[in-house]
């Protein structure tokens, strides 16, 4: 049976650059990404996003706008990650190293895709231009896509 966990992406935008953080350690590590992470239970998506923003990135915003609803799948395993891409570009506090992330402005021409999941390069143009977003994608191990769909959306199915 298939079974989806929830999890949250919040990217802090200002001007021309974006922050990413670097995954010290837990799933994705070593990769460059937006902060996020399991939605617990008794929250709302978005208010779990909000807090894995401050516990990763010592960054408080209450004004996170939802901008993707992504799918990932891995061949051999049950489970599919939703992931509820959010951005911001209104917050207080400034970024900090946390115990999971470390966190660095990128220019938006400069985001290094080589070292971050291989989905992003196909989804970051839409975020970066404004629109909104869904896909999905398979993937074999953690470095594959095995095929994929993405589509701009005006709103999302849920
Ligand atoms: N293919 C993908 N592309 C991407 O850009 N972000 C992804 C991704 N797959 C997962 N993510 C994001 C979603 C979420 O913000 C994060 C993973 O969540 P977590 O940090 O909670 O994982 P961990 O296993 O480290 O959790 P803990 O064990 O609770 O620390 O990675």
Redesign the pocket.
Known sequence: MVNRKI???VFVRESTKILLGF?K????QGRW??????VEQGETIEEGAIR?LQEEAGVLSHDLSKIGL?E?EFVGEPTI?Q?HVFTTTSYIGLPTESD?MKPQWFEVDRVPFDE??P??SLWFPLMLKGAKFQGY?L?HGHHNILKYNLEEVERFKY
Request: hydrophobic letters at 45%.
């Open positions: 999890l949250s992406l995954k350690r837990g799933f994705g990404n937006g902060f996020g992470g399991k894995e992504l990932f990650l992931v999971e971050m999941w989905d992003d994608f993937f």
